[in-house]
């Protein structure tokens, strides 16, 4: 991936599309210019690499080759994806890992923790490196040194069951690599968020993602039947039967735990065959609040579409924009895509049954254009993203979830603590919102920010985001559905888990890991034995 912005270099767009630049000049009030950008061997490292001594253990732990302290892989592993780490990146002095390790087995990641407890050194696994809430950064909490343990050497499938639907991956495994795999065998694990061209499987289970595909297939987490896990303290092998009752389900105990309680090395997924058939549709709703009705009732009646969601007014309005369609993004109202997929005849069953409830519920059939527009370019954001942060332009995301009943007050709230929060930076601002993700009893909600943040914009938009955590706890949200909880948003998982349940994960943690060398930070707010 590019060093100091999103996936592959060739892919970054230089330009800004037209309509964007359009969009953005009569939001921000002046035309976006693009910026110098910091080469990589201009960047000055203000953390040292560790000492001889840490380098030889750990070296002979997992080979001379697989302990890298060059300044190259330090500053490529020294954070995550999202917009403050991006800003962070960008900057001449930066913080990195004392030295970057890659083991190539499960023996090598034991032998790594015991040396990092031994010698006091802190460890930050690192999957594909496309965190977006913190939880990747070199934060030696009170230790001497970090180290980013990068799992790409423990990759690959290492057994499918066709008769089950079951496959068994190591973690590193990337998830292009994954789906290719197991396409060769007929078969399918359907996960799809934004970061699936570059997230690893091992990723994706530590920090509970979810898929664009979730409303046909699951979040990852429900399709996880079993873990191998590394910690300081122990391996464990979990996941036995596809149901047990064999007392609390300890898989789930490692399912978003983000890398704070040990490391996950291998990953026993649920698949299924190859879709024989893929439908896209739209459609066109007044407004969001008739729009998000018409997916609870889709939801509600099961009629089975794989991707369904929603775009407020204004993310519609960018959206057309992105597609050169000036005059259109003036246009109101709300667009949802929908696909469906599955076995020969099925999923035109079930197309037609989603269809007749959202037309029922006051949407309007659009052009299919609309949804295949969107799945041809679903990957493709963050790269539009840092374009606009190269022109001078803050923009990020975030996002909650709260039931059905719940939804509007929701949105209501974070849409204007981001207003008052934007508007007392002095930021002229536009908010995007969309339905991502669906469940019978509720939804996620996706907001999409863009503003003239002046100054610092990592530090002008911490006050902002702080505000917003506030507002989503307070009106009952989840502090996040899918992004995790990382080093952003650790201090506000009292408020949603309570200061009992903050106890018993403390308590895990000083079982799993008692010198404290895991992720210092993440999960668990500092100060919280973490």
């Known amino acids: 991936m590019r060093w100091d912005g999103w996936g592959d270099p060739s892919r970054a767009a230089e330009k800004l599309p037209a309509g964007v630049t359009l969009l953005l000049t009569a939001v921000l009030g002046h035309r976006p210019r693009r910026a110098e950008r910091l080469r990589l061997d201009d960047v000055e490292l203000t953390t040292p690499v560790l000492d001889a001594a840490d380098v030889a253990a750990l070296a002979a732990a997992v080979g001379p080759d697989d302990v890298r302290t060059d300044h190259d892989t330090r500053v490529r592993h020294a954070g995550g994806k999202s917009t403050p780490d991006l800003v962070r990146r960008r900057a001449r002095r930066q913080a990195a890992p004392g030295a970057v390790v890659l083991p190539g087995s499960e023996a090598d990641v034991a032998a790594v923790l015991r040396i990092a407890a031994e010698r006091g050194l802190a460890v930050v696994p690192f999957g594909g490196g496309t965190a977006v809430t913190g939880g990747l950064g070199p934060d030696a909490g009170d230790h001497r040194g970090a180290i980013s343990l990068d799992l790409r050497r423990l990759a690959g499938l290492e057994r499918l069951d066709e008769v089950s639907g079951e496959a068994t991956f190591r973690a590193g495994t990337r998830a292009p690599t994954a789906e290719a795999a197991l396409a060769e065998r007929g078969f399918e694990l359907g996960h799809f968020p934004q970061s699936f061209e570059f997230a690893s499987l091992g990723g994706f289970a530590a920090m509970r993602s979810s898929g664009q595909n979730s409303a046909g297939y699951g979040r990852f987490d429900a399709m996880v039947t079993g873990l191998r896990v590394v910690t300081p303290t122990g391996t464990l092998d979990l996941g036995r039967a596809p149901g047990s009752a064999a007392g609390p389900d300890l898989v789930r105990l490692f399912l978003g735990s983000e890398g704070a309680l040990g490391v996950i090395t291998r990953v026993r997924l649920r698949v299924h065959e190859t879709p024989a058939e893929r439908h896209f549709d739209a459609f066109t709703f007044p407004d969001f609040r008739t729009g998000a009705d018409a997916l609870r009732r889709v939801t509600q009646a099961g009629t089975g579409p794989t991707v369904i969601r929603l775009s407020d007014e204004a993310e519609t309005a960018v959206s057309l924009a992105q597609a050169g369609s000036i005059g259109k993004a003036l246009s109101k109202g709300c667009t949802a895509v929908v696909l469906h997929e599955g076995p020969a ?48 332009v803050f923009a990020e995301t975030l996002e909650t979830a709260t039931t059905w009943s719940e939804l509007h007050a929701l949105r209501t709230a974070v849409t204007e603590a981001l207003t008052t929060g934007l508007a007392d930076a002095g930021a002229r601002h536009r908010v995007l919102c969309h339905v991502s993700h669906v469940y019978p009893t509720g939804a996620s909600l996706y907001f999409t920010v863009v503003a003239g943040l002046p100054g610092d914009m990592a530090a002008a938009w911490e006050p902002v985001k702080a505000r917003v955590n506030d507002a989503i706890t307070a009106a009952g949200g989840t502090i996040s559905h899918h992004h995790g909880v990382g080093t952003d948003h650790a201090p506000w998982l009292e408020r949603e888990i309570g200061e009992h349940g903050l106890r018993i994960l403390r308590a895990v943690k000083k079982e799993l890991d008692p010198a404290g060398i895991m992720n210092p930070g993440t999960l668990l707010p500092v100060g919280s034995g973490a």
């Open 345 to 392: 005849g099925v999923a035109r069953s079930r197309r037609d049954a989603t269809a007749a409830v959202l037309t029922a519920a006051g949407g309007r059939p659009a052009s299919r254009k609309l949804a295949e527009a969107w799945h041809r370019g679903r990957f493709g954001a963050p790269y539009l993203r840092d374009t606009l942060l190269e022109h001078g």
